[in-house]
Protein backbone atom coordinates (compact mmCIF):
# COMPACT_ATOMS: atom_id res chain seq x y z
CA UNK A 1 0.00 0.00 0.00
CA UNK A 2 3.04 2.46 0.43
CA UNK A 3 2.79 5.61 1.56
CA UNK A 4 -0.88 5.66 1.74
CA UNK A 5 -0.73 2.66 4.11
CA UNK A 6 1.82 4.49 6.25
CA UNK A 7 -0.16 7.38 6.37
CA UNK A 8 -3.19 5.00 7.82
CA UNK A 9 -0.79 3.17 10.29
CA UNK A 10 0.51 6.85 11.83
CA UNK A 11 -3.20 8.38 11.96
CA UNK A 12 -2.94 7.83 15.96
CA UNK A 13 -5.74 9.96 16.66
CA UNK A 14 -8.19 7.75 13.65
CA UNK A 15 -11.78 6.82 15.16
CA UNK A 16 -12.73 3.54 13.79
CA UNK A 17 -15.20 5.53 11.10
CA UNK A 18 -12.06 6.90 9.83
CA UNK A 19 -10.21 3.85 9.38
CA UNK A 20 -13.23 2.05 7.43
CA UNK A 21 -13.49 5.51 5.12
CA UNK A 22 -9.57 5.32 4.55
CA UNK A 23 -9.66 1.28 3.61
CA UNK A 24 -12.94 1.86 1.63
CA UNK A 25 -11.70 4.84 -0.26
CA UNK A 26 -8.08 3.37 -0.50
CA UNK A 27 -9.24 -0.19 -2.43
CA UNK A 28 -11.46 2.04 -4.98
CA UNK A 29 -9.06 4.49 -6.08
CA UNK A 30 -6.08 1.62 -6.50
CA UNK A 31 -8.15 -0.66 -8.74
CA UNK A 32 -7.88 -3.31 -5.85
CA UNK A 33 -11.88 -3.72 -4.94
CA UNK A 34 -14.08 -6.40 -6.76
CA UNK A 35 -17.84 -6.80 -7.36
CA UNK A 36 -20.35 -6.08 -5.00
CA UNK A 37 -18.81 -2.20 -6.10
CA UNK A 38 -18.88 0.27 -4.65
CA UNK A 39 -17.30 -1.58 -1.72
CA UNK A 40 -18.33 1.27 1.12
CA UNK A 41 -20.32 0.20 4.08
CA UNK A 42 -19.43 -3.09 3.19
CA UNK A 43 -17.32 -6.38 3.95
CA UNK A 44 -14.87 -5.12 1.19
CA UNK A 45 -14.34 -7.73 -1.41
CA UNK A 46 -10.94 -7.34 -3.16
CA UNK A 47 -8.68 -9.11 -5.60
CA UNK A 48 -6.37 -12.10 -4.43
CA UNK A 49 -9.68 -13.06 -2.34
CA UNK A 50 -9.63 -16.27 -3.55
CA UNK A 51 -6.05 -17.05 -3.43
CA UNK A 52 -5.81 -15.67 0.21
CA UNK A 53 -8.48 -18.54 1.48
CA UNK A 54 -6.99 -20.82 0.35
CA UNK A 55 -4.37 -20.12 3.37
CA UNK A 56 -7.23 -21.82 5.10
CA UNK A 57 -5.72 -25.53 4.13
CA UNK A 58 -2.11 -24.55 5.73
CA UNK A 59 -4.20 -24.18 9.33
CA UNK A 60 -4.17 -27.12 11.19
CA UNK A 61 -7.27 -25.62 13.01
CA UNK A 62 -8.74 -26.10 10.00
CA UNK A 63 -7.66 -29.54 8.87
CA UNK A 64 -9.07 -30.21 12.79
CA UNK A 65 -12.63 -28.96 12.38
CA UNK A 66 -15.51 -30.85 12.15
CA UNK A 67 -18.31 -27.31 11.70
CA UNK A 68 -17.23 -23.81 10.55
CA UNK A 69 -19.22 -20.62 10.59
CA UNK A 70 -18.24 -18.27 7.99
CA UNK A 71 -19.75 -14.93 7.38
CA UNK A 72 -22.09 -14.49 3.76
CA UNK A 73 -19.80 -11.78 2.34
CA UNK A 74 -18.44 -11.94 -1.32
CA UNK A 75 -14.68 -12.05 -0.47
CA UNK A 76 -15.41 -15.00 1.72
CA UNK A 77 -16.99 -17.38 -1.14
CA UNK A 78 -13.98 -19.42 -1.62
CA UNK A 79 -13.54 -20.36 1.60
CA UNK A 80 -16.83 -21.27 1.99
CA UNK A 81 -16.61 -23.44 -1.20
CA UNK A 82 -13.02 -25.11 0.32
CA UNK A 83 -14.90 -25.78 3.80
CA UNK A 84 -17.81 -28.11 1.31
CA UNK A 85 -14.89 -29.61 -0.67
CA UNK A 86 -13.29 -30.60 2.78
CA UNK A 87 -16.72 -32.17 3.34
CA UNK A 88 -16.87 -30.14 6.70
CA UNK A 89 -20.41 -28.90 8.20
CA UNK A 90 -20.90 -25.22 6.57
CA UNK A 91 -22.78 -22.74 9.04
CA UNK A 92 -23.83 -19.47 7.69
CA UNK A 93 -25.39 -16.74 9.43
CA UNK A 94 -28.51 -15.64 7.97
CA UNK A 95 -28.55 -12.09 6.32
CA UNK A 96 -28.71 -9.36 9.39
CA UNK A 97 -29.98 -12.18 11.59
CA UNK A 98 -33.33 -11.75 10.42
CA UNK A 99 -35.02 -15.00 10.44
CA UNK A 100 -32.65 -16.98 13.03
CA UNK A 101 -28.88 -17.12 13.61
CA UNK A 102 -27.48 -19.60 11.24
CA UNK A 103 -28.13 -21.63 7.68
CA UNK A 104 -26.44 -25.13 7.55
CA UNK A 105 -25.65 -25.39 4.27
CA UNK A 106 -26.42 -28.89 2.63
CA UNK A 107 -25.41 -29.61 -0.95
CA UNK A 108 -27.08 -32.30 -2.67
CA UNK A 109 -25.77 -36.10 -2.46
CA UNK A 110 -22.74 -36.54 -4.83
CA UNK A 111 -22.33 -32.73 -5.77
CA UNK A 112 -19.48 -32.08 -8.25
CA UNK A 113 -17.01 -29.06 -7.83
CA UNK A 114 -19.30 -27.36 -9.83
CA UNK A 115 -22.44 -27.79 -7.75
CA UNK A 116 -20.53 -27.10 -4.40
CA UNK A 117 -19.43 -23.62 -6.33
CA UNK A 118 -22.77 -22.99 -6.51
CA UNK A 119 -23.78 -23.75 -2.96
CA UNK A 120 -21.01 -21.41 -1.72
CA UNK A 121 -22.00 -18.33 -3.80
CA UNK A 122 -25.35 -16.18 -2.17
CA UNK A 123 -27.76 -17.76 -4.35
CA UNK A 124 -26.38 -21.35 -3.59
CA UNK A 125 -27.13 -19.94 0.39
CA UNK A 126 -30.88 -19.57 -0.44
CA UNK A 127 -31.13 -22.97 -2.22
CA UNK A 128 -29.10 -25.56 -0.35
CA UNK A 129 -29.84 -24.25 3.37
CA UNK A 130 -31.26 -25.16 6.63
CA UNK A 131 -32.02 -23.45 9.50
CA UNK A 132 -30.29 -24.50 12.55
CA UNK A 133 -32.26 -23.18 15.57
CA UNK A 134 -31.27 -22.24 19.06
CA UNK A 135 -31.29 -25.41 20.72
CA UNK A 136 -29.70 -27.06 17.87
CA UNK A 137 -26.89 -28.07 19.80
CA UNK A 138 -24.61 -26.28 17.22
CA UNK A 139 -20.54 -26.62 18.09
CA UNK A 140 -18.40 -24.14 15.93
CA UNK A 141 -14.97 -25.15 15.96
CA UNK A 142 -13.81 -22.25 13.38
CA UNK A 143 -15.07 -19.08 13.04
CA UNK A 144 -14.69 -17.19 9.72
CA UNK A 145 -15.24 -13.90 9.54
CA UNK A 146 -15.05 -10.45 7.14
CA UNK A 147 -13.24 -7.23 8.19
CA UNK A 148 -12.67 -3.95 7.00
CA UNK A 149 -9.89 -3.28 8.77
CA UNK A 150 -7.70 -5.42 11.57
CA UNK A 151 -4.00 -5.18 13.12
CA UNK A 152 -1.17 -7.67 13.16
CA UNK A 153 -2.47 -7.89 16.85
CA UNK A 154 -6.04 -9.12 16.25
CA UNK A 155 -8.39 -5.88 16.61
CA UNK A 156 -10.61 -6.30 14.05
CA UNK A 157 -12.95 -3.06 12.70
CA UNK A 158 -16.37 -4.56 10.51
CA UNK A 159 -18.33 -2.09 8.69
CA UNK A 160 -20.47 -0.69 11.34
CA UNK A 161 -23.08 -2.32 12.44
CA UNK A 162 -21.86 -5.13 14.89
CA UNK A 163 -23.49 -8.07 13.42
CA UNK A 164 -19.88 -10.08 13.76
CA UNK A 165 -20.05 -9.29 17.07
CA UNK A 166 -23.55 -9.87 18.11
CA UNK A 167 -23.34 -13.53 16.24
CA UNK A 168 -20.39 -14.54 18.32
CA UNK A 169 -21.50 -12.92 21.13
CA UNK A 170 -24.72 -15.23 20.58
CA UNK A 171 -22.79 -18.20 19.86
CA UNK A 172 -21.24 -17.64 23.22
CA UNK A 173 -24.79 -17.57 24.72
CA UNK A 174 -25.82 -21.01 22.73
CA UNK A 175 -22.77 -22.27 23.66
CA UNK A 176 -21.82 -23.18 20.38
CA UNK A 177 -17.93 -21.19 20.74
CA UNK A 178 -15.80 -21.85 23.50
CA UNK A 179 -12.87 -19.46 24.90
CA UNK A 180 -10.19 -21.22 22.76
CA UNK A 181 -12.23 -21.24 19.69
CA UNK A 182 -10.20 -19.86 16.72
CA UNK A 183 -11.17 -16.72 15.00
CA UNK A 184 -9.69 -16.22 11.09
CA UNK A 185 -10.83 -13.23 8.94
CA UNK A 186 -9.83 -12.82 5.25
CA UNK A 187 -8.56 -9.88 4.07
CA UNK A 188 -6.46 -7.99 1.45
CA UNK A 189 -2.74 -7.06 3.24
CA UNK A 190 -3.72 -3.02 2.33
CA UNK A 191 -6.48 -3.75 5.42
CA UNK A 192 -4.01 -4.92 7.77
CA UNK A 193 -3.17 -1.70 9.77
CA UNK A 194 -2.30 0.00 13.12
CA UNK A 195 -5.20 0.00 14.96
CA UNK A 196 -5.41 1.32 18.28
CA UNK A 197 -6.34 -0.71 21.65
CA UNK A 198 -8.90 2.10 23.06
CA UNK A 199 -10.98 1.96 20.13
CA UNK A 200 -12.04 -1.40 21.01
CA UNK A 201 -15.02 -2.10 23.48
CA UNK A 202 -15.53 -5.13 25.38
CA UNK A 203 -18.08 -6.34 23.09
CA UNK A 204 -15.30 -5.96 20.02
CA UNK A 205 -14.55 -9.44 18.39
CA UNK A 206 -10.16 -10.18 18.09
CA UNK A 207 -9.19 -12.51 15.63
CA UNK A 208 -6.30 -15.00 16.18
CA UNK A 209 -4.96 -15.09 12.32
CA UNK A 210 -5.12 -12.82 9.23
CA UNK A 211 -5.16 -14.48 5.67
CA UNK A 212 -3.77 -12.06 3.03
CA UNK A 213 -2.78 -12.73 -0.90
CA UNK A 214 0.98 -12.79 0.33
CA UNK A 215 0.98 -13.40 4.49
CA UNK A 216 -0.48 -15.41 7.28
CA UNK A 217 -0.44 -13.62 10.43
CA UNK A 218 -1.04 -15.63 13.69
CA UNK A 219 -1.61 -12.61 15.92
CA UNK A 220 -1.32 -13.94 19.54
CA UNK A 221 -4.28 -12.41 21.08
CA UNK A 222 -4.63 -12.10 24.06
CA UNK A 223 -7.06 -9.97 24.80
CA UNK A 224 -10.75 -11.76 25.59
CA UNK A 225 -13.44 -12.10 23.80
CA UNK A 226 -16.90 -11.13 24.13
CA UNK A 227 -18.08 -13.92 26.77
CA UNK A 228 -21.82 -13.58 25.72
CA UNK A 229 -23.95 -11.22 24.85
CA UNK A 230 -23.79 -7.73 26.69
CA UNK A 231 -27.64 -6.72 27.32
CA UNK A 232 -27.11 -3.23 28.41
CA UNK A 233 -25.76 -2.37 25.43
CA UNK A 234 -28.52 -4.12 23.35
CA UNK A 235 -31.54 -1.35 22.28
CA UNK A 236 -34.85 -1.95 21.77
CA UNK A 237 -35.02 -1.14 18.25
CA UNK A 238 -31.74 -4.04 17.95
CA UNK A 239 -34.55 -6.68 19.18
CA UNK A 240 -36.88 -5.56 16.90
CA UNK A 241 -34.47 -6.24 14.45
CA UNK A 242 -32.98 -9.23 14.95
CA UNK A 243 -36.02 -11.65 16.45
CA UNK A 244 -33.74 -14.57 17.74
CA UNK A 245 -32.19 -11.82 20.07
CA UNK A 246 -35.59 -12.03 21.96
CA UNK A 247 -35.69 -15.91 22.35
CA UNK A 248 -32.34 -15.59 24.10
CA UNK A 249 -33.07 -12.70 26.21
CA UNK A 250 -36.18 -15.10 27.68
CA UNK A 251 -33.56 -17.71 27.49
CA UNK A 252 -31.23 -16.05 29.86
CA UNK A 253 -34.22 -14.24 31.75
CA UNK A 254 -35.29 -17.77 32.64
CA UNK A 255 -31.90 -19.07 33.86
CA UNK A 256 -31.50 -15.75 36.06
CA UNK A 257 -29.32 -13.53 34.42
CA UNK A 258 -29.47 -9.78 34.03
CA UNK A 259 -31.13 -8.60 30.64
CA UNK A 260 -31.56 -5.16 31.49
CA UNK A 261 -31.51 -3.28 27.83
CA UNK A 262 -29.47 -0.51 27.40
CA UNK A 263 -32.77 1.75 27.18
CA UNK A 264 -35.10 0.13 29.45
CA UNK A 265 -36.46 2.73 31.78
CA UNK A 266 -35.86 1.59 35.85
CA UNK A 267 -39.21 1.59 36.75
CA UNK A 268 -40.14 -0.90 34.15
CA UNK A 269 -39.86 -3.57 36.96
CA UNK A 270 -42.01 -1.89 38.87
CA UNK A 271 -44.74 -2.17 35.79
CA UNK A 272 -44.39 -5.33 35.04
CA UNK A 273 -44.91 -6.18 38.87
CA UNK A 274 -48.04 -4.33 39.12
CA UNK A 275 -49.31 -6.13 35.66
CA UNK A 276 -48.77 -9.75 37.19
CA UNK A 277 -50.65 -8.31 40.68
CA UNK A 278 -53.43 -7.71 37.96
CA UNK A 279 -53.34 -11.01 36.28
CA UNK A 280 -53.16 -12.96 39.47
CA UNK A 281 -56.26 -10.94 40.40
CA UNK A 282 -57.98 -11.70 36.52
CA UNK A 283 -56.97 -15.60 37.30
CA UNK A 284 -58.82 -15.40 40.73
CA UNK A 285 -61.56 -14.15 39.10
CA UNK A 286 -61.43 -16.81 35.97
CA UNK A 287 -62.07 -20.39 36.02
CA UNK A 288 -59.55 -22.47 32.94
CA UNK A 289 -61.87 -23.65 30.36
CA UNK A 290 -61.94 -27.39 28.77
CA UNK A 291 -64.14 -27.87 25.71
CA UNK A 292 -64.88 -30.37 22.81
CA UNK A 293 -62.68 -28.85 20.19
CA UNK A 294 -63.22 -28.70 16.38
CA UNK A 295 -59.14 -29.56 15.65
CA UNK A 296 -59.72 -32.31 18.03
CA UNK A 297 -57.16 -35.48 17.75
CA UNK A 298 -59.31 -38.83 18.62
CA UNK A 299 -60.70 -38.27 22.33
CA UNK A 300 -58.19 -35.21 22.65
CA UNK A 301 -59.01 -32.28 24.38
CA UNK A 302 -58.45 -28.82 23.55
CA UNK A 303 -58.04 -26.61 26.89
CA UNK A 304 -59.00 -22.85 27.09
CA UNK A 305 -57.81 -20.71 29.26
CA UNK A 306 -58.97 -17.04 29.48
CA UNK A 307 -56.01 -14.01 30.70
CA UNK A 308 -58.73 -11.42 30.65
CA UNK A 309 -62.21 -11.09 32.92
CA UNK A 310 -63.81 -9.99 29.22
CA UNK A 311 -63.09 -8.84 25.82
CA UNK A 312 -62.69 -5.47 25.56
CA UNK A 313 -62.57 -2.51 22.90
CA UNK A 314 -65.18 -2.19 20.28
CA UNK A 315 -62.91 -3.59 17.63
CA UNK A 316 -63.01 -7.27 16.28
CA UNK A 317 -61.15 -9.86 17.58
CA UNK A 318 -58.30 -10.95 16.05
CA UNK A 319 -56.44 -14.19 16.15
CA UNK A 320 -53.09 -15.24 16.04
CA UNK A 321 -51.82 -18.86 15.20
CA UNK A 322 -49.06 -20.39 17.21
CA UNK A 323 -47.86 -23.18 15.81
CA UNK A 324 -44.51 -25.81 15.74
CA UNK A 325 -45.64 -26.03 20.00
CA UNK A 326 -43.07 -28.75 21.40
CA UNK A 327 -44.79 -31.63 22.97
CA UNK A 328 -43.34 -31.15 26.60
CA UNK A 329 -44.22 -27.37 26.72
CA UNK A 330 -46.84 -26.43 29.03
CA UNK A 331 -49.65 -23.88 28.63
CA UNK A 332 -48.10 -21.81 31.80
CA UNK A 333 -44.71 -22.05 29.67
CA UNK A 334 -46.50 -20.03 26.72
CA UNK A 335 -48.32 -17.49 28.84
CA UNK A 336 -45.48 -16.75 30.66
CA UNK A 337 -43.51 -16.25 27.24
CA UNK A 338 -46.55 -13.95 26.22
CA UNK A 339 -46.21 -11.87 29.25
CA UNK A 340 -42.23 -11.44 28.58
CA UNK A 341 -42.76 -10.13 25.05
CA UNK A 342 -45.64 -7.80 25.99
CA UNK A 343 -47.90 -9.71 23.92
CA UNK A 344 -50.09 -10.89 26.40
CA UNK A 345 -53.37 -11.58 24.88
CA UNK A 346 -57.34 -11.14 25.57
CA UNK A 347 -57.51 -15.18 25.48
CA UNK A 348 -55.47 -18.00 24.91
CA UNK A 349 -57.08 -21.00 22.95
CA UNK A 350 -54.46 -23.96 24.24
CA UNK A 351 -54.53 -27.22 21.81
CA UNK A 352 -51.51 -28.90 23.41
CA UNK A 353 -52.08 -32.24 21.64
CA UNK A 354 -52.32 -30.59 18.27
CA UNK A 355 -49.15 -28.90 19.07
CA UNK A 356 -50.54 -25.33 18.82
CA UNK A 357 -52.11 -22.53 20.29
CA UNK A 358 -54.78 -19.72 19.35
CA UNK A 359 -54.57 -16.45 20.87
CA UNK A 360 -57.04 -13.40 20.95
CA UNK A 361 -56.73 -10.27 20.66
CA UNK A 362 -58.66 -6.72 21.17
CA UNK A 363 -58.35 -5.68 16.86
CA UNK A 364 -56.03 -6.31 14.02
CA UNK A 365 -53.36 -3.83 15.47
CA UNK A 366 -52.76 -5.79 18.73
CA UNK A 367 -52.93 -9.04 17.00
CA UNK A 368 -50.00 -7.88 14.01
CA UNK A 369 -48.19 -6.14 16.91
CA UNK A 370 -47.87 -9.47 19.02
CA UNK A 371 -47.48 -11.65 16.05
CA UNK A 372 -44.32 -8.99 14.86
CA UNK A 373 -42.94 -9.52 18.58
CA UNK A 374 -43.20 -12.98 18.83
CA UNK A 375 -41.36 -13.67 15.87
CA UNK A 376 -38.23 -16.09 15.61
CA UNK A 377 -39.77 -16.95 19.35
CA UNK A 378 -38.12 -20.37 20.20
CA UNK A 379 -38.94 -22.28 22.80
CA UNK A 380 -38.52 -26.09 24.26
CA UNK A 381 -35.81 -26.47 21.35
CA UNK A 382 -38.71 -25.37 18.67
CA UNK A 383 -38.86 -22.15 17.05
CA UNK A 384 -42.76 -21.30 17.15
CA UNK A 385 -44.38 -20.67 13.97
CA UNK A 386 -46.90 -17.46 14.46
CA UNK A 387 -49.14 -15.65 12.48
CA UNK A 388 -52.37 -14.36 12.31
CA UNK A 389 -55.14 -17.28 12.07
CA UNK A 390 -56.57 -18.28 8.64
CA UNK A 391 -60.05 -18.30 9.85
CA UNK A 392 -60.70 -15.47 12.35
CA UNK A 393 -63.91 -14.80 14.03
CA UNK A 394 -65.85 -11.69 15.21
CA UNK A 395 -66.16 -11.01 18.75
CA UNK A 396 -69.47 -12.24 18.88
CA UNK A 397 -68.91 -16.04 18.14
CA UNK A 398 -66.43 -15.21 20.56
CA UNK A 399 -68.58 -14.11 23.61
CA UNK A 400 -70.72 -17.45 22.26
CA UNK A 401 -68.21 -19.64 22.54
CA UNK A 402 -66.88 -18.64 26.14
CA UNK A 403 -70.48 -19.00 27.55
CA UNK A 404 -71.10 -22.42 26.31
Same mark, same amino acid.
Request: charged share 25%.
Given at each position: MGGKRAAMLEDAGASKGDI???????? =????? $? =????????? !????????? $?????????????????? !???????????? &???????? &??????????? &???? !????????? =???????????????????????????????VGSVAVSEKGWRIGKGEGYADMEYAMMVSMGAVMEDTPVITIVHDCQVVDIAEELLGDHDLTVDYILTPTRTIKTNCKRPKPCGILWHKVSYEMLGKIPILKSLRY????????????? =????? $???????ALNEKAVAGNTRPQVSMGSAQTGQQYVESDSLSPRLEGSGVITTVYV?? !??????????????REFHAAPLRVNWQGAQHRAFLDYKDKAAAESAVSSLKGLSLGGNTLRVELAKNQRNKEQVEINRQK
Open positions: RQKVWDYL =ETSGL $A =EFPRPVHHR !IPNFKGAPH $AATRLLGLEEFKAANTVK !INPDAPQKNARF &LTLEARKT &LLVPTPRLRSG &LFNK !IVPPPGATK =EVLRICATSQGIKEYSVPVGLDGKARVDLVVKEKQAGKDVTLQD =EQPDL $ADASKSAGN !IPPNLRVSELKCAL
